[in-house]
Nanobody, 126 residues
Framework: QMQLVESGGGLVQAGGSLRLSCAASGRTFSMYAMGWFRQAPGKEREFVAG????????YYADSVKGRFTISRDNAKNTGYLQMNSLKPEDTAVYYC???????????????????WGQGTQVTVSS
């Protein structure tokens, strides 16, 4: 079983930045694609960004493209989500997730992911 632990959430003003981290253990992190998802109150969980096992392929939701950057450091078993130019509508609980990656691809569908972290709250004030 893979364990994922998110950190780096918090309260920030609109226009500010945060960097989320996702520390993985229990499995070989470099064999897994990683995704970031978020869920706001009363809304469904939505895809934010994904990165393939190699880091060569990255994917973003249209709502965050150009503002958020996903990355990973396989040597440190850690993934990251750099969030810039934050908006109040980015307020949500952010989750990282992982799925075994055989094709250097990260899916956008939440149901495709096998392992999930507990989430970290991001609140953006206006």
């Amino acid at each position: 079983q893979m364990q994922l632990v998110e950190s780096g959430g918090g309260l920030v003003q609109a226009g500010g930045s945060l960097r989320l981290s996702c520390a993985a253990s229990g499995r070989t992190f470099s064999m897994y694609a990683m995704g970031w998802f978020r869920q706001a109150p009363g809304k469904e969980r939505e895809f934010v960004a994904g990165i393939s096992w190699s880091g060569r392929n990255t994917y973003y939701a249209d709502s965050v493209k150009g503002r958020f950057t996903i990355s990973r450091d396989n040597a440190k078993n850690t993934g990251y989500l750099q969030m810039n130019s934050l908006k109040p509508e980015d307020t949500a609980v952010y989750y990282c997730a992982a799925v075994r990656d055989y094709t250097d691809y990260a899916p956008r569908r939440a149901g495709a992911y096998e392992h999930w972290g507990q989430g970290t709250q991001v609140t953006v004030s206006s």
